[in-house]
């Protein structure tokens, strides 16, 4: 077991009618706010006039229009630019995973003279951020409960995975009821990027009895909650329950003594959606099962059976390869269920840039570290099954 310090002050506020709690969580923060959202639905389920009613007696300043894989050059810039000039107290995210990652880079650029891209590629350490407080409307990344974001640079083909603990949400506010109007491919896409966060952390060398019941508990609980929710999408105790896993799945929580896998399905999608922009769920749902073929040896076997017996119901007598390659299987046909389309090709991706796809990923993401260390040759290789 490893050693391990875990610490989340982020306060979650969950369930029906959660919103009346803002100007509380608020008002100890400052009187001037920046509301963040994207393209618009917080409009068009009624939560941007309840938020605005909610926020009277403060004065708010607006930045619209983030976009899904959040932008350094037109969002996080024109945020930052936004809380330097009307001299912000707090922001305030509403929506899902994209917002509050460009937020999370917004309250940290905002109080730094230099450069913002230095502190998202770490040149320089963060002294301070502006405070943030979200309410979210799309259950995927698990950003309302830790301290980690992702942010694209386009020109540069740059996605990168920013974590800071000055960026820890102060509250959360999660009422399931928002995620009703979430679309079938959101929803599915939220479900592939939280099962493989979890994934990610369950595929290592050191692992606990506790983490892994964790871990289990939580994928089995996704999908069971994923698919109620596909068929049903106001179900609330399925949206509930799968928003509740969400959060869970990415603040480290379950994979407390457990050592670092390197998280290498990340690390190849995020190039995916830099140079093609493709939904992140759906772009790991793609890789994951493509990587776990790859690199299944005699090393890597016990973690597939551990995977396939619990998580599956896979029989345990049969022998260890059989396992393994029924839990690959299992997984791409979880994926597959959801709806989601598990070729690159179906995305708009094809051959043409898999080599310098292969080639930024191995260069930037330290893959030849990971749990099962993968070359640049390995990566392509990856990539070319996936297509």
């Avoid at 407080?133 to 698990?142: E, P």
């Avoid at 995620?179 to 050191?206: L, P, R, W």
Wanted: proline content about 4%.
């Amino acid at each position: 077991m490893e050693n391990f310090i875990y610490h989340t002050p982020t306060k979650l506020i969950f369930g029906k009618d959660s919103v009346s709690k803002l100007p509380d969580a608020l008002r100890p923060l400052g009187k001037r706010i920046l509301l963040t959202y994207g393209g618009g639905s917080i409009k068009k389920i009624g939560l941007y006039d309840e938020v605005k009613h909610l926020l009277a007696d403060f004065e708010i300043f607006e930045l619209s229009g983030i976009e899904p894989n959040p932008k350094y050059t037109t969002s996080v810039l024109e945020g930052v630019r936004i809380c330097k000039e009307n001299r912000i107290d707090a922001v305030l995210a509403v929506g899902g995973g994209s917002v509050l990652d460009c937020s999370k880079a917004i309250c940290a650029g905002a109080l730094y003279d230099g450069e913002p891209w230095d502190l998202i590629t770490y040149k320089v350490k963060a002294k301070k951020a502006l405070p943030l407080v979200d309410i979210l409307t799309l259950a995927a990344t698990g950003s309302e409960y830790d301290c980690g974001c992702v942010i694209s640079r386009t020109e540069t083909n740059d996605k990168v995975g920013y974590i800071d603990e000055l960026l820890f949400p102060v509250v959360s506010i999660l009422d399931p009821r928002y995620t009703f109007s979430v679309s079938k491919k959101q929803t599915a896409a939220g479900a592939a990027d939280a099962i493989n966060h979890i994934m990610e952390q369950y595929f290592c060398a050191e692992h606990t009895d506790l983490a892994d019941g964790m871990c289990e508990a939580a994928v089995k609980s996704l999908i069971k909650n994923a698919k109620i929710a596909l068929k049903e999408p106001e179900n609330y105790d399925a949206r509930a329950e799968f928003m509740a896993d969400c959060s869970l799945a990415c603040n480290d929580i379950l994979s407390i003594g457990n050592s670092y896998s390197g998280w290498p399905c990340h690390a190849i999608e995020h190039a995916l959606s830099a140079y093609y922009d493709i939904t992140h769920g759906e772009g790991l749902a793609i890789i994951t099962p493509r990587w776990m073929k790859h690199i299944l040896s005699e090393k890597t076997m016990e973690r597939f059976i551990s995977f396939g017996t619990h998580i599956f119901g896979i029989d345990p007598s049969l022998p260890e390869q059989e396992i393994a390659e029924l839990t690959i299987a299992r997984t791409y046909e979880t994926f597959e269920s959801f709806g989601i389309p598990m070729h690159l090709r179906e995305v708009g991706i094809d051959e043409s840039r898999l080599g310098e796809m292969a080639h930024h990923i191995a260069v930037n993401e330290g893959l030849d570290k990971a749990w099962a260390p993968l070359s640049e040759e390995d990566i392509l290789d990856i990539l070319k099954a996936s297509l």
